[in-house]
């Protein structure tokens, strides 16, 4: 049992009132964290804009070596850090080690592409005038992660604005705080300068409010419910802050008549079933061919069995349990709703009660219809509704039916069929015959209501940089 503090412009700060961190696959209380609130919000911020011009007037390259060092603090401790995401997040240890080694891309990517932001020379329409342009640091930006990437929500953000020459406030989920203080930790000891990095717990409303109505902070991070997201948005607005949302999925799976069967079998256990199905990215709903449907399904199934339920600390083990009960009420309602709709159950459909509340069996249903609930709203669990399909231009539409534009996945070995309905996706992100497209150098984002720009790639660095025009008259 550890007790945290707020680590504000390099302090470590205890609170009279704290709140209790849970481990989702016993119940018990593993920690507790600072419940902060207004004051702390607005000292992290203060801490943040102090040392902006600082950390914003080093070389590229001496961000880069710091970078580095977090980097290297982090890899050196990459155990220690699953095994805390573990305990208070409940993925498996192989994937919580997985996560950290992602996160760690980020720092490691960020840390070389900071070194290119490069500018331009405009020519002008007269010639005793010279134009630049310049890319330089947002100023403070607040981060705001949620509870399922508890080590790479926050690096996919901070390395960039780093990088970039911003300064960060940071508000990991309330679920999964300890991985962000060890990681705030590691950056400490890596020399990442005080006020650099900043992190405040406690009531997330206050917190936001604090960071939405201040001036200084010019940027926000987000990624969490499109809920949560569309009021950041409307916070940010008064200061007209810059904002970069990433918020729910609800992706479509298309395993089209051309698809290699074991492909996207294999395709559609992982992008489904990472993090018990806890990912904007996941799989939701899958849409099958109908003359390839039955070999899909057995095979889909007989994968789906095979995948071993557990706390994620125990060796072997593939599915950890829910965050919560109320994630579990909620696949399980989403089940009920989809066989009172005439859905038939083939795997699973309820609880695992022998392993504790939190666990969900991994679960397959067919003769699925877009009535129900699994086809329209987010699952966040180990749910897999599958559907078929007689045209592609039938399971476009279909899959386009949604306010949401995250991720989607196609399965075809035709290479027309694959990239003309990748093209017609309104998506942000195609896994075409890959259920496992992100990583750091690529853009991650979604069209419609499931967000505004980019994460990862050049485009990520974009994100935290503002253009600068200057005119000479010679
Ligand atoms: P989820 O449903 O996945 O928990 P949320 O959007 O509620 O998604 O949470 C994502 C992050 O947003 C968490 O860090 C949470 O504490 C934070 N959050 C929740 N409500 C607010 C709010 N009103 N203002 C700012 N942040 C919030």
């Known amino acids: 049992m550890t007790q945290e503090r707020l680590y504000i412009n390099g302090e470590w700060i205890a609170l009279q009132e704290n709140i209790e961190v849970n481990n989702p696959a016993t119940n018990e209380v593993i920690a507790t964290v600072p419940n902060g609130g207004e004051k702390e919000a607005e000292k992290a911020v203060a801490g943040a804009y102090e040392a902006f011009p600082t950390w914003k007037n080093k070389t590229a390259a001496e961000r880069s070596s710091l970078l580095m060092k977090w980097y290297e603090a982090i890899a050196a401790e990459e155990e220690e850090i699953g095994k805390l995401m573990t305990i208070e997040q409940g993925k498996p240890l192989n994937e919580a080690i997985g996560e950290v080694k992602y996160a760690n891309s980020f720092l490691a990517w960020y840390a070389e592409?900071?070194?290119?932001?490069?500018?331009?020379?405009?020519?002008?329409?007269?010639?005793?005038?010279?134009?630049?342009?310049?890319?330089?640091?947002?100023?403070?930006?607040?981060?705001?992660?949620?509870?399922?990437?508890?080590?790479?929500?926050?690096?996919?953000?901070?390395?960039?604005?780093?990088?970039?020459?911003?300064?960060?406030?940071?508000?990991?989920?309330?679920?999964?705080?300890?991985?962000?203080?060890?990681?705030?930790?590691?950056?400490?000891?890596?020399?990442?300068?005080?006020?650099?990095?900043n992190v405040v717990t406690g009531n997330a409303a206050e917190i936001g409010e604090t960071w939405m109505k201040d001036s200084r902070v010019r940027k926000i991070s987000f990624t969490g419910s499109t809920e949560v997201g569309k009021l950041l948005m409307r916070g940010a607005a008064d200061t007209v802050k810059k904002v970069s949302l990433e918020l729910g999925g609800h992706a479509p799976f298309i395993v089209t008549e051309h698809a290699n069967i074991e492909k996207a079998v294999e395709g559609a256990i992982t992008s489904k079933f990472r993090n018990a199905g806890q990912t904007c990215v996941c799989t939701n709903r899958i849409y099958v061919h109908e003359a390839v449907e039955k070999e899909f399904t057995e095979a889909f199934v007989a994968g789906v069995e095979k995948l071993r339920v557990g706390n994620g600390l125990e060796e072997g083990v593939e599915i950890g349990p829910l965050i919560d009960e109320k994630a579990v009420k909620k696949v399980a309602y989403q089940i009920q709703d989809a066989k009172d709709k005439g859905a038939s159950l083939l795997l699973g459909g309820d609880q695992s009660a022998e392993h504790g509340e939190n666990f969900m069996q991994p679960t397959v249903i067919s003769n699925v219809n877009d009535s129900m609930l699994c086809m329209r709203e987010e699952t966040f669990g180990p749910?897999?509704?599958?559907?078929?399909?007689?045209?592609?231009?039938?399971?476009?539409?279909?899959?386009?039916?949604?306010?949401?534009?995250?991720?989607?996945?196609?399965?075809?070995?035709?290479?027309?069929?694959?990239?003309?309905?990748?093209?017609?996706?309104?998506?942000?992100?195609?896994?075409?015959?890959?259920?496992?497209?992100?990583t750091a150098q690529a853009p991650f984002g979604g069209f419609k209501e499931s967000g505004l720009g980019r994460e990862g790639g050049h485009h990520g660095l974009d994100e935290f940089l503002e253009i600068k025009y200057i005119s000479l008259g010679l």
């Not at 989607?408 to 195609?430: C, D, K, P």
């Open 383 to 438: 749910l897999a509704p599958i559907s078929t399909f007689k045209t592609n231009e039938e399971v476009i539409q279909r899959a386009n039916h949604s306010p949401y534009g995250l991720a989607a996945y196609v399965f075809s070995e035709h290479i027309s069929e694959a990239i003309s309905i990748a093209e017609n996706l309104e998506y942000g992100i195609v896994g075409l015959n890959d259920g496992l497209p992100s």
């Open 113 to 197: 592409e900071g070194k290119r932001i490069y500018g331009e020379t405009i020519p002008a329409s007269v010639p005793n005038k010279r134009l630049f342009v310049q890319k330089q640091p947002v100023g403070v930006v607040a981060v705001i992660t949620p509870w399922n990437f508890p080590a790479a929500m926050i690096t996919r953000k901070v390395a960039p604005a780093l990088a970039a020459g911003c300064t960060v406030v940071i508000k990991p989920a309330e679920q999964t705080p300890l991985t962000a203080f060890k990681l705030a930790k590691l950056a400490e000891k890596a020399g990442i300068p005080k006020g650099v990095i």
